[in-house]
């Protein structure tokens, strides 16, 4: 047998290392444990189940990857952080491949800071236990709450609402096929609509239909005698600066009076 080299089990006690002086740097076998010590002190201990250490762990080297967790498709995989025995927060991915970021403690934020001079550090974004979101606004009051100038290069569009009255309040509806008509001051997306009553005492259907460019593309009832109903769904939904829009009632039961509608959509910039 080479020096140095042996085969098969071989069984030792604790191993301590022979140019340590003190003899406090060593290796400590337990039961179903190893305890990696310095000064005497355990700096890492080894478990079925668990690696504890009391150290920063430093990686070094050239590699790109410093650290790789890896997981099963339907599996959750975690860096918790805990304070007094109790988890605080924790980054993950999901099974559903989601990237988590997530504060459990109650009342809490989470906070992204940078150091825009040297020595100086500004809390960037923040986001509140309640959702609200708070670009250089620690506090923010608002769902968005951005503190400075907002520059945008992309494309934004703009929610909104047309508001119309109709039939005159206090007469029972018509049928009618032209009851209010305006022309887009621009290209739009049409998303929804609600309607309105003042008064539906005899059951059936009122029934709105809205047209756009020559197009039908909502037609909504307010049944039995119900007196709000609305919907989001839109066929031939995208119209064009200068097309016309039209509501018209093509169903109403006796004694509806005071219909109301308001027409969702989203300006569409140019």
């Known amino acids: ?19 340590d002086a003190q003899g406090d740097t060593l290796i400590d076998f ?10 005497g002190s355990v700096r890492m201990r080894i478990e079925n189940d668990t690696i504890t250490t009391t150290l ?11 650290l790789r967790l890896a997981k099963g498709a339907s599996d959750y995989r975690a860096i918790v952080f805990e304070v007094d025995g ?5 980054i993950s991915v999901s099974n559903a491949e989601n990237f988590v970021i997530q504060n459990e403690m109650n009342g809490k934020d989470i906070q992204f800071w940078v150091n825009p001079t040297a020595g100086s550090s500004v809390q960037a974004m923040t986001i509140k236990e309640d ?16 503190g400075g100038h907002i520059n ?9 609402f047309l508001m119309a009255e109709l039939s005159i309040p206090g007469l029972d509806l018509q049928t009618d ?14 998303e929804g609509l609600q309607l309105f009553l003042d008064q539906h005492t005899t059951s059936g259907d009122v029934t709105v239909t809205v047209s756009g460019g020559g197009n039908t593309m909502i037609t909504l009832s307010l049944t039995g005698t119900n007196t ?5 769904t839109v066929s031939n939904a995208s119209l064009n600066g200068g097309d016309q829009v039209t509501f018209a009632i093509t169903a109403t039961p006796a004694n509806a009076q005071g219909l109301r509608a308001n027409l969702q959509f989203r300006r569409v910039p140019e």
Not at 177 to 190: E, G, H, I, R
Request: net charge negative; charged share 20%; proline share 3%.
């Open 131 to 146: 959702g609200k979101v708070g670009v250089n606004e620690t506090d923010p009051s608002q769902v968005l709450d951005v």
């Open 30 to 39: 337990e039961e179903d444990q190893i305890d990696f010590q310095t000064s």
């Open 228 to 232: 709000s109903a609305q919907t989001t």
């Open 56 to 66: 920063p762990i430093h990686i070094s080297g050239s590699a790109i990857e410093g």
């Open 86 to 90: 109790a988890d605080n927060a924790n």
């Open 177 to 190: 096929t032209n009851a209010f008509t305006f022309n887009c001051p621009y290209s739009l997306d049409v």
């Open 152 to 160: 945008v290069s992309g494309t934004v569009y703009h929610e909104d």
């Open 1 to 19: 047998m080479a020096f140095k080299y042996s085969k098969g089990n071989r069984k030792f006690g604790d191993i301590t290392a022979e140019g």
